[in-house]
């Protein structure tokens, strides 16, 4: 619902709020990153008064593959995935970031996972950009792809579009493989780290607690290199062990039960305290 150019809540930005509150009361080291993009997004929605001077219409930022390349317009390509088109939208993608955002950055570091959140952002509109002009030229689908409009942080986290899909697939494709070819530190560590040393004094006190999660002890599963806490001795992603042994040789040797693995899986985000 709008009122004079701002939208008021029809009842499931409360259920966004009860959720978060509820996920950060719980958690000993509070993500400052994930919260930070959660309300990024939800007061771009709502559009306060202190922010409407600052902030674009939507029309302004649609996605649109032809409207960017023909202005080179950098706002419609870098903004437009923190633009929802309505509560449902918005509610749904910050769900979805909320249960990933929390997971990833504790196990990440938070300066971690805010470069790869950039990283994504960039490489997942850009790739979508390519995908466009490409079936443009090749297979002349204009309409189709090349001069439709998308918003939404979905793209980031999956996609907008079935052309929003494959490019965020691709995205989280070549940030891997570069990830793991590139022994080097990550060029946009640094500059996250410069960034947050601005914020971080007044966000100390509530966020202090949750930045030292960048000494959080992980390890890295041999068998598909995601980074685990040290509270698990199994990997979250694929079951394999701390000690490099599948799952399927820890079930059939009696050393983990699937009740067990289910357990440790969902021990640190179940929703039940």
């Known amino acids: 619902m709008d009122i004079g150019g701002r939208r008021v809540s029809r009842g499931m930005l409360p259920l966004l ?9 719980r958690l000993e080291r509070k993500p400052p990153v994930t919260a930070g993009l959660l309300a990024a997004n939800t007061l771009i929605y709502l559009r306060p008064a202190f922010l409407e001077s600052i902030l ?9 593959a032809y409207l960017i390349l023909k202005h080179r317009d ?12 309505n509560e449902t939208h918005l509610v749904y993608n910050m769900l979805s970031l909320l249960w990933k955002g929390i ?8 300066v971690e996972f805010a470069s790869m959140v950039a990283a994504l952002l960039t490489m997942s509109q850009g790739i979508t950009l390519l995908l466009s002009k490409s079936l443009l030229k090749l297979f002349e689908y204009e309409k189709a792809y090349y001069s439709e409009y998308a918003v939404g942080f979905s793209g980031v986290l999956f996609g907008v579009s079935f052309l929003g899909h494959l490019g965020g697939i691709l995205a989280g494709i070549v940030y891997l493989h570069l990830k793991r070819s590139y022994s080097g530190p990550n060029p946009l560590r640094s500059v996250v780290r410069s960034i947050s040393s601005v914020f971080r004094w007044p966000l100390r006190r509530y966020f202090g607690r ?12 041999p068998g598909c290199t995601f980074d685990n806490s040290d509270m698990l001795s199994v990997c979250e992603m694929c079951g394999t062990g701390i000690d490099g042994s599948d799952l399927s040789s820890n079930l059939q040797n009696g050393l983990l039960s699937q009740d067990e693995l289910r357990r440790r899986r969902v021990e640190r985000f179940s929703t039940s305290r």
Request: charged share 20%; glycine share 4%.
């Open 103 to 110: 997971q990833l950055e504790t196990s990440m570091g938070s």
């Open 17 to 25: 709020a009860f959720h978060t509150v509820r996920e950060y009361y």
């Open 210 to 221: 949750g930045q030292r999660n960048n000494m959080t002890r992980v390890w890295r599963c």
């Open 56 to 64: 674009p219409n939507i029309n302004e930022v649609w996605f649109n």
């Open 74 to 85: 950098l706002k419609r390509l870098l903004l437009s995935p923190f633009y929802h088109m």
